[in-house]
């Protein structure tokens, strides 16, 4: 497969044009890939533009890439949107990357109260930029028409209040249903991902007040970090995306 990158202002480009890889993608493929003069790579802008080009120069700068194919992929029209809760150390990032791997339409971080991270203030625009590159990162290891968006941090009112109009999942080791046995319907789906501890029993009250239904994985509890994309998968593959 070729190699795939990411350009902003590829949305216009046409069969026949030249495009520049500049900055630090430049020299991601050109001195961490090693790409040639004469090799196919593809490109997208990430919102659905699709490219296939021949490397014609390479800089450590700059690489030109003649476009020989273009095609556009719509949006889902059903979004699977992973709410992860913001944990310690980098298990929230872990989930993020691997969740936007296997095929998450969406990241909204929520601050659980049980979260021991918390974003306020300027970490919390540090920490949305540095969530949006993990995302964008893994996009492009994954060759990923779409890249998600990751939405403004949440607290749980406002989580609450983004149930209106989705379906929310929320993962609880303790509850009855599979998320195996869910029957998918033609809206978002909202699943909700709790930090280390847990997600709180308030919280979880809340949830179900305003119509989320809780899952279960199976009969281990597993840690925020691989939750997510445990289900994402599980997701996938009922809603007939695998």
């Known amino acids: 497969m070729a190699l795939h ?18 900055g630090a993608e430049a020299k991601h493929a050109a001195v961490v890939r090693r790409v040639r003069v004469g090799e196919d790579i593809t490109i997208g802008d990430g919102r659905g533009v699709w490219l296939e080009g021949e490397v014609r120069d390479v800089s450590p700068s700059r690489v030109e890439v003649t476009i020989t194919a273009r095609s556009a992929s719509d949006a889902p029209d059903a979004r699977l949107i992973l709410v992860q809760a913001l944990a310690k150390g980098d298990r929230d990032e872990l989930a993020v990357q691997a969740a936007c791997e296997l095929g998450v339409d969406e990241v909204v971080p929520w601050q ?49 209040s983004r149930a209106d109009g989705a379906r929310m999942l929320v993962l609880d080791p303790n509850a009855t249903a599979k998320l195996s ?14 930090p280390e501890g847990g997600i709180a029993p308030e919280e979880l009250e809340r949830f179900e007040a305003a119509g989320a239904e809780r899952v279960r994985l ?3 509890v597993l840690r925020t970090s691989t939750a ?15």
């Open 218 to 220: 199976g009969d281990t």
């Open 5 to 22: 990158f990411l350009v902003d202002s590829c949305t216009d480009a046409t069969v026949g044009d030249v495009i520049e890889l500049k």
């Open 228 to 242: 997510g994309p445990a289900a994402i998968a599980v997701l996938s593959a009922t809603l007939g995306r695998w």
């Open 112 to 160: 659980a109260s049980r979260s021991v991270s918390r974003w306020e203030g300027t970490k919390a625009v540090k920490g949305r930029e540095r969530w949006s590159s993990i995302v964008r990162e893994a996009a492009k290891q994954a060759h990923r028409v779409w890249v998600p968006p990751v939405a403004e941090p949440v607290t749980t009112s406002q989580l609450v």
């Open 181 to 194: 046995e869910i029957a998918p319907d033609d809206g978002d789906l909202l699943l909700v991902v709790g």
